[in-house]
């Protein structure tokens, strides 16, 4: 069985639904898990005005009332100019699929995300992600200094495997960030999608075990 998530760093939901995912990656350790990066606002280019902050800030209100993580609030209305392009640090996941892949890859997301909401930092750009990426693949064991994970991610083939990701999370009908699918013997089963409790996925995945048993 495998078990693919298909999200965004920079998506609100998916920040709340990482620990609950890392749980059940915790409770279920037999399962392989493969992460698919789905650009929820990949290559925008429009700067993000005050309207804007605060119709996102009603969302991580609601994500933080469901999963008790917290958010930076005041360093993201602080923030001048903001271009929220999702692409960066999606193709920053994809490059650390170089390094760490299953739970240790899940680390390296939330670190990004971790980034992003709790300390205030900007993951559009590049020399931020790239040390983000070297601390959190140290903490899984993996040496990578921030140059050499910049070099990876300013490639031509880290930016054509983000936009196959992209692809990908269409093709599997993905609509909505987070989704969590079950593949098992070539077939694709629905386990979650947006927001939920590592008891209520764990629950999912044992009525399909049961279904495909």
Request: proline share 2%.
């Amino acid at each position: 069985m495998k078990l693919i998530y298909v999200g965004d760093p920079m998506c609100s939901w998916c920040y709340g639904f990482g620990k609950e995912l890392s749980a059940l990656v915790a409770r279920v350790s037999d399962l392989k898990l493969e992460i698919v990066v789905g650009g929820i606002r990949a290559g925008a280019t429009d700067v993000l005005d005050a309207a804007g902050k605060r119709f996102r800030l009603q969302h991580w209100q609601r994500v933080e009332a469901l999963s008790g993580l917290p958010f930076n609030r005041e360093a993201f209305m602080a923030r001048e100019g903001f271009v929220y392009d999702t692409e960066p640090v999606c193709r920053a996941v994809v490059a650390a699929r170089r390094f760490v892949s299953g739970d240790a890859l899940l680390s390296v997301f939330r670190a990004f995300q971790n980034g992003f909401y709790v300390q205030g930092l900007d993951t559009t750009d590049a020399r931020v992600l790239s040390d983000i990426a070297a601390t959190a693949l140290a903490a899984v064991g993996v040496q990578v200094n921030a140059d050499s994970f910049y070099l990876a991610w300013a490639g031509a083939e880290a930016i054509e495997e983000t936009q196959r990701d992209f692809a990908r999370a269409r093709a599997l009908g993905v609509a909505s960030f987070p989704t969590l699918l079950l593949e098992e013997q070539g077939r694709m089963y629905a386990v979650n999608s947006g927001y939920a409790s590592v008891n209520a996925l764990e629950e999912r995945f044992n009525q399909i075990e049961r279904l495909v048993a």
